[in-house]
């Protein structure tokens, strides 16, 4: 079925680096895409969303860019800071009322 | 502005006991309400979800059933718990319409032994 996958399963960055993180989704039909950060024992939160009628998203921080061509997607975090260290998580829609989501990135920051 | 809340946060139960989680939003009207349960180190996955009251989707066939009584009530039940319901439940809201951002409750995390 479809799927939304992510490259590396654990990220390790020193801080005030930059970190990419990847995911690639095979859905045709997605069009809305969210990242969303999860803290050990929370909730998702969500970071920032980009439709794909669009090829780069930026935020406070963070950018996300939308490459339809080869469906992948990734989410730049500029000068990481200890406090992103956190399970990212990807996800797509099309139409319909759902969510898919990939399996998740940790990102690990070294002091 | 709109809050979602859970709970419990956290219930240890015995194998075969019945379970009533519950999750309500404030704020906001004919949300669109969602379950995922999230083993640990793992992704979400989607249990069910409402486009209204009374109406439920269900994505799994599993022991777990779920009900919105009202606009912004949603609640994950069980007759009888199994091992392998424990986990990390989460609910989750949207504003009613197709492609929106979903937006998750803190979360119970359930322990069945």
């Known amino acids: 079925g479809e799927s939304v996958g992510l490259h590396l399963p654990t990220l390790s960055v020193q801080e005030g680096d930059n970190s990419i993180i990847n995911c690639a989704y095979s859905?045709?039909?997605?069009?809305?895409f969210i990242w969303y950060k999860q803290e050990s024992g929370k909730g998702p939160q969500f970071i920032i969303d980009?439709?794909?009628?669009?090829d780069k998203r930026q935020g406070q921080r963070v950018t996300v860019l939308l490459n339809k061509t080869v469906k992948h997607l990734s989410l730049q975090i500029a000068a990481t800071q200890p406090g992103d260290s956190a399970v990212y998580f990807c996800?797509?829609?099309?139409?319909?009322?759902?969510?898919?989501f990939g399996s998740g990135t940790r990102l690990l920051v070294r002091p | 502005s709109q809050t979602i809340h859970q709970w419990p946060a956290t219930l240890v139960q015995p194998v075969g006991s019945p379970l009533s989680l519950e999750c309500t939003v404030e704020?906001?009207?004919?949300?669109?309400l969602y379950w995922y349960r999230q083993a640990a180190g793992r992704g979400l996955q989607l249990l069910f979800y409402?486009?209204?009251?009374?109406?439920i989707s269900s994505e799994v066939p599993q022991n777990l059933s779920a009900s919105r009584p009202q606009d912004r009530q949603f609640i994950l039940s069980s007759k009888k718990l199994l091992l392998s319901d424990s986990g990390f439940y989460l609910c989750?809201?949207?504003?009613?319409?197709?492609?929106?951002?979903?937006?998750f409750g803190p979360g119970t995390r359930l322990l069945v032994l």
């Open positions: 859905n045709s039909a997605s069009d809305y």
């Open positions: 996800s797509e829609a099309d139409s319909s009322y759902k969510l898919i």
């Open positions: 704020g906001t009207s004919n949300p669109n």
């Open positions: 980009i439709r794909s009628n669009m």
């Open positions: 989750a809201w949207n504003p009613g319409t197709a492609q929106e951002t979903q937006y």
């Open positions: 409402s486009v209204g009251i009374g109406q």
